[in-house]
């Protein structure tokens, strides 16, 4: 398909031609002019997470792509874009100067998009309708923050995790990242290990508030504690006594 032609469709279009999804994706990834590139991202962007093809860390020029969706207020586009970067990174495939671009791009645009709408495309029995949210914008922000802070524990879960994450800036210095990573830490004793085990002075740059780390931390040492009593149990019966239970 020509330029002008992608330019042309819808979200709905999209939804109806599927095959026509990753099409528009190559197009917009690829050099070419940005001005047509842009003008095809935000159709693209209001597809269910599942539909997205468009990888923003991918595109050339991305962050010439993320300003012109800017310039035009379309703070939900690029938002529900970077969300569809983090929902699909992972160490062992993704680029971890990506992740850094994701994250650091999220915690500048969630700032701008402050009071802001969105296009919302709703499915009814007439048809798409589009309406302005700024409830809806907040929602899209939340998810975004949901998604980074899991791919940023997925990068400190991967090779050299514990001192890679200390290279994405703003991360936890962010409260709402900083919230979500602790919600996922809590959950995951091992994770939660990684962070602390060299106590790094950038622990004290941590954006939540004292009394909401120690919560968070008493959380994971009771999973840790749960898992490890689980575990042991299960030893026991197996061994037959606490006798054949050593420290792995």
């Known amino acids: 398909m020509q330029a002008e032609q992608f330019l042309n469709l819808s979200t709905k279009d999209y939804l109806e031609q599927p095959w026509l999804i990753r099409q528009a994706a190559g197009f917009v990834e690829a050099p070419g002019d940005i001005k047509v590139r842009a003008a095809i991202l935000p159709a693209l962007s209001a597809l269910p997470l599942k539909k997205q093809a468009v990888n923003m860390a991918n595109c050339a020029e991305r962050d010439k792509l993320v300003k012109m969706l800017l310039e035009v207020e379309e703070h939900g586009s690029a938002i529900s874009l970077l969300h569809s970067g983090l929902a699909r990174w992972l160490p062992e495939t993704g680029e971890f100067d990506d992740l850094v671009w994701l994250i650091k791009n999220l915690i500048l645009i969630k700032r701008q998009a402050r009071g802001k709408k969105t296009r919302v495309v709703l499915q009814t029995k007439a048809g798409l309708v589009i ?52 919600i996922i830490l809590s959950s995951d004793p091992r994770a939660l290990a990684l962070l602390l085990e060299d106590d790094r002075p950038e622990l004290s740059k941590i954006a939540l508030e004292l009394n909401a780390q120690i919560e968070y931390l008493k959380k994971g040492a009771a999973t840790a504690a749960f898992c490890i009593e689980t575990i042991t149990g299960r030893l026991k019966k197996m061994t037959g006594s606490a006798g054949g239970i050593g420290t792995y």
Do not use: T
């Open 131 to 182: 309406n302005e949210s700024a409830a809806m914008l907040e929602a899209l922000v939340d998810e975004a923050v949901s998604a980074a802070a899991g791919a940023w524990v997925c990068c400190l879960n991967g090779p050299g995790g514990d001192h890679r994450v200390w290279e994405i800036p703003g991360a936890l210095e962010d409260i709402e990242i900083a919230e979500h990573i602790f």
